[in-house]
């Protein structure tokens, strides 16, 4: 199966997901400010645990090929990407403490921890596939919302949407699919296994759509 | 530190749980139908994670006599508990192969895998900390809301009430709690790992409130 | 792939371990009791964790069916599996509480670790196929050794020959070895999958000639 | 409890492991060359997983302090420390991938894996005290073993002692000392967890014993 299959079998999920009205809305830089950032401190902690997960997926590794390969991933995630949102978040006033001291939301924990749990049940390949929503959907947004129409003086969201458009995040996501499709290329897409991992695909994507939606809930 | 701790460091997030309307509404029997078979279905996907959480609890158990603790536990989820949702929800016509299919909400995921994040981070007391607010609570109510007041025949939900204010889950549940009081018994309640317990208690009794919550949104 | 493929990929080391000196001993009611001795509070040790890898296996189960499938062997392992070690031991003064006491030898935590750690890195079906050497080769021991000709009486081993060799065990291994079949059915024997699972399956089974071989060089 | 308390609760373990002939003739230089070359041929092997066991500290982290603190080691194993044994190894004509495909010796099964368990079955810190006796062993070895008397010109394993002898080597050990020490600090060294934590380093230190021991034996 590819990468494409996993996609196609949650079509409607992962159009809820891609062209959620948060996106739409971001994009048109017309997010309320409140839900942006109400966004961007559960983010914060949703890299914490995904820094968890690939640390997972290291530790699940067979080969020392498949370990060396989460491991870039690991660093950028506990170095640079958290950095970002935290550098991002002190204009409001908040420190990397005290962002890691608040609650987290149930779409949040619902999301990392699905993600977790799937790699803890199953193998690599499972962790592999609850990661791929994640970076290939933001990907896609990027790429789709990120163009040279978009002001990105006028549009207070402009930085994100060249972060995840930028081609530094496209050619990581590129080869991370790269990857994903080696693990998924000798699994039949309508056996058992294939259907496993359809459905982990499936949920998680669903769950991305829960963590857009809880900010624009959590400021109604 | 004892058990009455967990509970007091998160007293309101705790009478959020006790006391939602979700409580109130099926102890006055004014639940709508809609509602409880939301919840029904989704607690018993719930409960297919929960015993996965007891299986997990065996599995990290250090002594044989912890390994034979949990074994009642996993059985009775296996066998009785889940039984009884999936009689209960024959009735509309849903058979457990059904139920097995329907997707889990974001909330039902939230409390259940963070549960099994917990056990899976920390050792079988971070687990069993995790699992006592479900136990605890279900007590509470049970305790709270069944009495000789209540007309088992004109409320609907007088079986759940009963079920849960009876003396077989009540004795149950003693003894669930007196198996957590050992495991805290040397923890000093203000030390870093008496905090870490804490955490995982008031947010796992966060995710209850949750998943209240999620069944009444379901239905507006 | 099937069971067998397993099998037939480490000839070898599977006939190292079933036809090994240990084997040959006991059959012949030549084993020194030392030797045994030194091996059944081993095992015993041994079985403990056995039990904690069927937990493992329900935790990590996908569907209901298959957490149901590993309850069986787990009550059975915590119940009488591990109560038979413990009354043949107590003829020797030794209670429960002392054995679970007694310090696992190398040999055995390389075996339980080892299976306990294919389940955790990999899936459900890793876990399994990590199992069946213990259950394959002691059925196989039990039918090749255990037969009309051995003198029940005169052999001080023929209570192991008649309980592996016996009717319960061998019916209950057949029952394990037709749910491996299934999960093997739709993996190539060549395939990457493939690969990983006879490697795990051939390395438990040198785990279990190191484990035989160690209650022999304990009593050189 | 302190980490001096951890060793002097299993001394005589702890002289078999620092105080083994394999250390007194590879200090002495006398090791036959088949015993060492065997040695690191599974110390290679053992790497990875002690890799996968760091991987596995990041994982089970609270903080994002404390998954920080993981990342260097983890590095450093991925990065140069396996690098120098496959450099180390190159000149007996052996690749990375051949000892890759090397079958892991029961000896280095028992002690990995144990460290893997051990951190699966407890929390984060019973994973940093199954991962001590390695470091601080070494480090002790190392202090006693490497100094001015050694000839590093006429003793074939000089280098070795001057890895693990050396200031980079002892000032690593020495921080990651100084982090166990917070973790155990609020540990009674008498409690029922202060016990947990002195069998895994007693358990940890047993299979260091025996890791020496096989390579031995394995030439004999």
């Not at 990468?3 to 809305?25: G, K, R």
């Not at 645990?49 to 991933?73: C, D, F, N, V, W």
Request: proline share 3%; aromatic share 10%.
């Amino acid at each position: 199966m590819k990468v494409e299959d996993l996609i196609l079998h949650c079509q409607s999920d992962w159009q809820a997901y891609t062209q959620h009205p948060f996106v739409e809305q971001l994009a048109a830089g017309t997010l309320p400010q409140a839900v942006y950032q109400h966004y961007l401190q559960q983010d914060f902690l949703f890299l914490k645990q995904y820094a968890r997960a690939y640390a997972l997926a290291i530790y699940k590794a067979r080969t020392l090929a498949e370990m060396r390969h989460g491991l870039p991933s690991l660093q950028a995630l506990l170095d640079s990407e958290i950095a970002h949102h935290v550098s991002y978040c002190e204009q409001w006033g908040l420190s990397e403490a005290a962002m890691e001291q608040t609650p987290e939301a149930p779409g949040t924990v619902a999301y990392t921890r699905y993600v977790l749990d799937s790699g803890c049940q199953g193998d690599a390949t499972d962790l592999y596939v609850a990661l791929a929503p994640c970076a290939l959907g933001y990907a896609q947004i990027g790429r789709e919302r990120f163009h040279s129409e978009i002001d990105l003086d006028s549009n207070p969201y402009g930085s994100w949407l060249a972060l995840y458009g930028g081609d530094e995040f496209q050619t990581g996501v590129s080869s991370s699919r790269d990857h994903l499709e080696t693990l998924l290329a000798e699994i039949d897409v309508d056996s058992v296994r294939g259907n496993q991992l359809k459905t982990i695909f499936a949920t998680a994507t669903r769950m991305e759509v829960a963590f857009w939606q809880q900010s624009i809930d959590a400021c109604l």
